[in-house]
């Protein structure tokens, strides 16, 4: 069994998990002569999907991305992979359209988001909602998710084990919606995404290369109503995201 490095498993089974998402699960190794085996990283990059007979009636073949998305959810379950399981009412899972262009990425959810099963539909969400606007799209537009798929309690912030037990299966998520990009909302989403633990000063203003989409991070919407001061520094955020998505702000928000 060869070695693999970090970077060559993680990309191997972020490949095998998609594959997964869309309903394939059995793959095979093309036999190659003793000496002539490429390197398993040339292998990942260039090698087309596994020859895969879809129209097997036998096989539970999933091609699209709603079907995936409802594959991990089903993989999720009654979730009791860590401690957040047992405050929860409901499990916030994501949503909106699944081929969406843009996504956004919180935290955890909150008391609202606990209650009601979707994320940022509280206060927090309301202003979600406006920024959305603002850059002229509608929340149906795009997918949001959070790192942690339960509430901590009394909102307290998500532990490194509890969001490095759940963010795997935001990944999967992201995997399958493959947006152009990704803007996580707020320290916590930015740090556990980009595994970068750096000042949000330090973080914002710039892109970063994320499983082959672009991301941006700002402000998370319950520190703007905590701090509104900042709103201008996270509309020059938004507005870098919309200038590489050609979007054009509504008429009233480009006057604000
Ligand atoms: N804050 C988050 O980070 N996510 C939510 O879903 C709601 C509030």
């Given at each position: 069994m060869?070695?693999?490095?970090?970077?060559?498993?993680?990309?191997?089974?972020?490949?095998l998990n998609y594959y997964r998402d869309m309903g394939i699960y059995d793959f095979y190794r093309r036999p190659v002569e003793a000496g002539a085996e490429p390197e398993l990283s040339e292998q990942i990059e260039d090698a087309?999907?596994?020859?895969?007979?879809?129209?097997?009636?036998?096989?539970?073949?999933?091609?699209?991305?709603?079907?995936?998305?409802?594959?991990?959810r089903e993989d999720i379950g009654d979730c009791t992979r860590c401690r957040l399981h047992k405050g929860r009412t409901n499990l916030v899972f994501g949503v909106g359209?699944?081929?969406?262009?843009?996504?956004?990425?919180?935290?955890?959810?909150?008391?609202?988001?606990?209650?009601?099963?979707?994320p940022f539909v509280g206060r927090a969400g309301q202003l979600l909602n406006n920024m959305i606007s603002a850059m002229g799209l509608k929340r149906e537009d795009v997918y949001i998710a959070n790192v942690v798929k339960c509430r901590p309690p009394n909102n307290r912030t998500p532990e490194k084990d509890e969001c490095d037990t759940c963010s795997p299966l935001l990944l999967r998520q992201i995997d399958v919606v493959q947006p152009n990009v990704i803007v996580a909302l707020g320290a916590v989403a930015a740090k556990n995404l980009l595994a970068i633990n750096d000042s949000m000063a330090n973080l914002r203003g710039r892109w970063y290369d994320f499983r082959g989409a672009k991301l941006a991070v700002t402000y998370h919407p319950a520190y703007l109503l905590r701090d509104p001061r900042q709103k201008k520094e996270a509309w020059k955020d938004l507005q870098m995201v919309m200038k590489y998505l050609g979007l054009q702000a509504p008429a009233r928000a480009a006057e604000e």
């Amino acid at each position: 069994m060869a070695n693999f490095d970090a970077t060559t498993k993680e990309r191997l089974a972020a490949r095998l998990n998609y594959y997964r998402d869309m309903g394939i699960y059995d793959f095979y190794r093309r036999p190659v002569e003793a000496g002539a085996e490429p390197e398993l990283s040339e292998q990942i990059e260039d090698a087309p999907p596994p020859a895969h007979d879809v129209s097997e009636s036998s096989l539970p073949v999933i091609q699209d991305k709603s079907s995936a998305l409802a594959a991990i959810r089903e993989d999720i379950g009654d979730c009791t992979r860590c401690r957040l399981h047992k405050g929860r009412t409901n499990l916030v899972f994501g949503v909106g359209n699944v081929n969406a262009d843009l996504m956004f990425v919180g935290e955890g959810p909150g008391a609202d988001e606990d209650a009601q099963g979707e994320p940022f539909v509280g206060r927090a969400g309301q202003l979600l909602n406006n920024m959305i606007s603002a850059m002229g799209l509608k929340r149906e537009d795009v997918y949001i998710a959070n790192v942690v798929k339960c509430r901590p309690p009394n909102n307290r912030t998500p532990e490194k084990d509890e969001c490095d037990t759940c963010s795997p299966l935001l990944l999967r998520q992201i995997d399958v919606v493959q947006p152009n990009v990704i803007v996580a909302l707020g320290a916590v989403a930015a740090k556990n995404l980009l595994a970068i633990n750096d000042s949000m000063a330090n973080l914002r203003g710039r892109w970063y290369d994320f499983r082959g989409a672009k991301l941006a991070v700002t402000y998370h919407p319950a520190y703007l109503l905590r701090d509104p001061r900042q709103k201008k520094e996270a509309w020059k955020d938004l507005q870098m995201v919309m200038k590489y998505l050609g979007l054009q702000a509504p008429a009233r928000a480009a006057e604000e």
